[in-house]
């Protein structure tokens, strides 16, 4: 009678309070687990430096946070991240806002924009290097080529969404144009910024890691270059791994932490 | 399509201004409104004068008259109700006179006349719909018009503090909208309205969107409020029975094209009960009134 028809995780969570308070998060845990067993079985089938197994992978990524060198690596590529990302969300933001709010600016700009999206982001990476040689701004500039015209998209989609009435609203209280930025259009634009920052940070690491490889000689994309040349998959994955949980988070403590601050009053509870 | 930067469509209002009177013509709050007010003279406070609305199709390039001579004078401290059918262009007329539309033709004019200084009237405005900031809190919701108004800064904890308790929202300063039912953020607009201590205050069908219970209990609130903080009011509704009971003066219109055809004062004294056989039989009659034009047009 007991247990007779439980399904197997209520089976499991009726053992016991620890499972009771593991079974929201069961079900993605037992995939990803899948996941790792599947990928370590395959891996016996190669060789480790070829196709490594995530255990192996585990450890090549110890191996490189655990030496004070590689740090020195790897700040060189966060600096050149953010001052990419800063530059093209500054210049994204305020293009995307001007082309929202001014017709003129909107038509000069229409299919510029277009043309830089569809521009191959490795030319950029190619020409940066035939124009300011190997150079810290050679990868930002890549960057920033890259990433602005996602950004000025994403906040002139905004502009379209944003409630006209309540501009209305402040132009009845004859509220002046900054301060109708300030508290009601920025505000409405909200979650098209912080889209637009998820993109962006994703982006600018990636497009980094590609102008790093072409013409620097530091940082994680030298490296990746390097271990490369010497057929190493093993720790070219583990830096592309390695990095990649940085960023991750990057996007989780800092870029969610700050949203739900910002959004807190979607869910506010009278206080 | 939202352009806070383009002016088209901006105040073509020819100000008439007065000189300003002596600082004593301001009401004070809690001082109550009791037939004409003291030290005030007989002047109007909104004239609209053979005005006209046309809308252009750039499709068709067609156009079509949205008001066609309308004409109103109201007095300073009085309570006008304009009520018409929906669609017939009253709010287009409310925004004319608040200075957000343009028009083609005839004059709107305020007089400022409690106005010190010459900067112009104030103007508060209740819509429709609350249309409050959801990203402010209660508070800071008032602190925009405030600011917008350069209202000084030393005035506002009591010009926000005076203001909610008139609508009975006391304590609800630091809640955010989201967290307040329809009714308290109807009068959250309408004490944000009045925190500007607006000389015309314009409401578009402020209770149409409640329902009956808390309209009828914020009719009775506007009323008590409004004997506080009296300024001139402009109220559109298509609620006949709402306007009898509100007003001192109605103007009734009819659509296509949309014009004036009858001007009623309305004396019953005040308090009034909404089911006072006076209200509802001037309502009835009105009522018949109405059909009467709408019906010669079909």
Redesign the interface.
């Known amino acids: 009678m007991l247990a007779e028809k439980i399904p197997y995780p209520t089976f499991l969570a009726s053992l016991s309070p620890f499972f009771a308070s593991l079974r929201p998060i069961a079900p993605s845990a037992l995939t990803l687990a899948a996941g790792l067993v599947i990928w370590k079985l395959a891996s016996l089938f190669f060789l480790p430096v070829f196709f490594p197994g995530p255990d192996m992978l585990a450890r090549r990524i110890i191996e490189i946070y655990s030496q004070p060198s590689n740090y020195v690596v790897v700040a060189e590529t966060l600096s050149r991240i953010f001052e990419g990302f800063l530059i093209s969300m500054l210049i994204g933001t305020t293009l995307g806002l001007s082309m929202?709010?001014?017709?003129s600016i909107e038509i000069f700009f229409d299919s510029w924009i277009m043309v830089l999206l569809s521009f191959p982001a490795i030319c950029w990476a190619f020409l940066s290097v035939l124009w300011f040689g190997i150079s810290q701004t050679a990868p930002v500039f890549t960057i920033v080529l890259v990433v602005f015209p996602f950004v000025a998209m994403n906040i002139w989609a905004g502009?379209?969404a944003?409630e006209?009435?309540?501009?209305?609203?402040?132009?009845?209280?004859?509220?002046?144009?900054f301060?109708?930025?300030r508290?009601?259009?920025i505000?409405q634009l909200?979650p098209y910024i912080f889209s637009s920052l998820r993109t962006a940070l994703s982006l600018s690491w990636k497009i980094a890691l590609v102008g790093e490889a072409f013409g620097v000689g530091n940082g994680v994309g030298q490296q990746l270059i390097n271990w490369f040349q010497d057929g190493r998959v093993d720790m070219m994955l583990a830096w592309g791994v390695g990095f990649m949980i940085l960023m991750v988070l990057i996007d989780l403590f800092i870029l969610r932490r700050w949203e739900r601050c910002v959004f807190a009053?979607?869910s506010?509870?009278?206080? | 399509?939202?352009?806070?930067?383009?002016r088209k469509g901006q105040v073509r209002r020819q100000s008439a201004y007065l000189p300003p009177t002596p600082q004593t013509n301001r009401r004070l709050p809690g001082f109550p409104r009791q037939g004409p007010k003291p030290g005030r003279t007989a002047s109007s406070a909104i004239t609209v004068d053979g005005l006209i609305k046309r809308y252009s199709e750039p499709a068709s390039q067609a156009e079509f008259i949205v008001l066609s001579d309308i004409s109103l004078t109201i007095g300073e401290g009085e309570f006008a109700s304009i009520v018409g059918p929906s669609g017939c262009g009253k709010s287009t007329l409310l925004?004319i006179i608040?200075?957000?539309e343009s028009y083609e033709g005839g004059v709107v004019a305020i007089h400022p006349n409690a106005v010190v200084g010459g900067a112009g009237p104030n103007?508060g405005?209740v819509?429709q719909?609350p249309?409050l900031?959801?990203?402010?809190t209660v508070e800071k919701n008032i602190h925009?018009?405030l600011?917008?108004?350069n209202v000084p800064r030393s005035r506002w904890p009591e010009l926000v503090a005076t203001n909610l308790a008139m609508v009975g929202l006391a304590g609800q300063e630091?809640?955010?909208p989201?967290?307040l039912s329809g009714g308290m953020q109807q009068r959250v607009a309408i004490a944000r309205a009045l925190a500007?201590e607006p000389d015309i205050l314009l409401m578009d069908e402020p209770f149409s969107h409640l329902d009956a219970i808390t309209a009828r209990k914020l009719r009775f609130d506007l009323v008590d409020v409004l004997q506080r903080a009296g300024p001139t009011i402009l109220f559109v509704t298509h609620d006949l029975a709402e306007a009898v009971f509100l007003s001192d003066k109605i103007y009734m219109m009819s659509t296509k094209p949309a014009r004036i055809f009858k001007r009623v004062r309305i004396d019953i004294p005040r308090p009034r009960q909404p089911e006072d056989e006076h209200i509802v039989e001037l309502e009835k009659t009105l009522m018949r009134e109405f059909f009467s034009v709408v019906e010669a047009k079909d």
Do not use: C, H
Request: aromatic fraction near 12%; avoid cysteine; charge should be positive.
């Open positions: 929202g709010l001014k017709r502009t379209k944003v006209s009435d309540l501009i209305a609203m402040g132009k009845v209280y004859r509220a002046n144009r301060l109708l930025l508290s009601v259009l505000p909200m009053w979607r506010r509870i009278a206080t | 399509m939202t352009r806070i930067w383009s925004n608040a200075g957000i103007i405005y819509f719909t249309r900031l959801d990203w402010l925009f018009v600011e917008a108004q630091r809640n955010y989201r967290n500007i």
